[in-house]
């Protein structure tokens, strides 16, 4: 059975993409087959990927708004891993997703056609917005990055009121798998006083893995990267593998 994640948080810079292109990355080199989904009109996850958003003749907007068939929107990244493109033409789906029938689930109706993967993982952008309510729709989990600083935290609240509303309204299905902690330095004590307030609220909802700050991460998507392409022997590498051993014990748990 396919585990659809959805990567959420309404905060900008908690490495919600970041985690999306290394978990994806991860997990194929594992031999899970793996799809990735770029909700974001930013399309960050796209170009770090080393695909340029410009050149594409269809993307995730052709695919949520017009209907284009999923395999004419799909691209083959390496093997095992595969991503639904998007770009700048996406922030026009807010206008139009408004009018269309369905307008909360053209997502979750496009992956339908999505066979023979292990993962689909979305990448939704960092606002709460119609994108993000679609991606919630079409999942059966949501993953929460979560920068470690206290205002992160504080906007944490916001994020899961909508995913009971989506619960209650679009998607009785989803659920809360997992809090990441990123950008966390083992010498700054505000970070690990975040930590264990989140671990206090969520308790085993806490993934055990921390990302920690590395410039590594920073660099990779700039390549047109993953990290375990880019610099495999370094921090954020080997956090990334922890953490997708992890993502596959839940399978079995």
Known sequence: MTRIIALANQKGGVAK???????GAGLALRGKRV??????????LTEGMGIDPDNLELSTFNLIIDGSPLNSVIREIKENLWLLPSNIELAGAEVKLATLAGKDARLKKALEKAEGFDYIIIDCPPSLS???????TACTEVVVPLQTEFYSFKALKKLLETIEMVKQYTNPDITLSGIICTFFRDQRNL???????????FGTKVFNT??????????????????FAYFSNCVGAWDYKNLCDEIIAMEVA
């Open 130 to 136: 119609q994108l993000t309510l679609n991606g919630l």
């Open 191 to 201: 970070n690990k006083n975040v930590v264990d307030l989140v671990k206090e609220h």
């Open 17 to 23: 993409t970041t985690t999306v292109q290394n978990v």
């Open 35 to 44: 799809c990735l989904v770029d909700l974001d009109p930013q399309a960050n």
């Open 210 to 227: 921390k990302i920690h700050d590395n410039i590594k991460l920073a660099e990779a998507p700039a390549a047109g990267q993953d990290i």
